[in-house]
């Protein structure tokens, strides 16, 4: 009866967080032109968001934004980021900078080419399990956030549309 209350009790205080971390597709809308694009979205506790999506050009790119308005990335800095304990960057494809404002960084993970994707990024974003951000804000204060993976793959494959295949 004690192991059955203990795992009732674990799961009590890691079912919030599972919650919280859900990954979704939602719409954005360009008020300029009225135009509509599906992003996968996930926010983490801190409240900072990651978003993956398919530009008006084909480009698949991700977005980290920041979780205040009073906190402001440090200009021409581009975050990092670190899928699981592998994979860590600060470009976009092709070795190029990240495009970056003043709350939020957007790297180009790769582009869609006869309705396929071919980028390790995505796959890995896909398929990990927690990605980390290391950023300095212009305060020169350094702070690190992370994500859960977990529900990424579907919400991606959603938001980029039926007709886009992702090749490693």
């Known amino acids: 009866m004690k192991n059955l209350a203990k795992k009732f009790g674990l799961f009590l205080i890691i079912c919030p967080i599972l919650a919280h971390a859900e990954w979704t597709v939602i719409t954005h809308t360009d008020t300029n032109s009225n135009t509509?694009?599906?992003?996968?979205?996930?926010?983490n506790?801190?409240?900072?968001?990651?978003?993956?999506?398919?530009?008006?050009?084909?480009?698949?790119?991700?977005?980290?934004?920041l979780n205040a308005a009073l906190d402001m990335l440090a200009k021409r800095s581009c975050p990092t980021?670190?899928?699981d304990s592998t994979l860590i960057d600060n470009r976009s494809i092709?070795?190029?900078?990240?495009?970056?404002?003043l709350a939020w960084?957007?790297?180009i993970l790769g582009y869609t080419e006869n309705r396929i994707v071919?980028?390790?990024?995505?796959?890995?974003?896909m398929n990990g399990g927690t990605i980390t951000f290391r950023f300095i804000l212009e305060n020169g204060s350094y702070?690190?956030?992370?994500?859960?993976?977990?529900?990424?793959?579907?919400?991606?494959l959603s938001?980029?549309?039926?007709?886009?295949?992702?090749?490693?």
């Open 36 to 43: 509509e694009t599906q992003v996968a979205y996930t926010q």
């Open 45 to 65: 506790e801190e409240g900072y968001s990651l978003e993956i999506y398919k530009d008006n050009v084909g480009a698949i790119r991700s977005r980290f934004s």
């Open 81 to 83: 980021y670190q899928i």
């Open 94 to 101: 092709n070795d190029a900078p990240c495009l970056t404002d």
């Open 105 to 107: 960084s957007e790297f």
């Open 118 to 125: 071919s980028s390790d990024k995505l796959n890995a974003l």
């Open 143 to 156: 702070k690190e956030t992370n994500f859960s993976l977990s529900g990424s793959k579907r919400a991606t």
């Open 159 to 168: 938001a980029l549309g039926p007709d886009v295949s992702i090749l490693p």
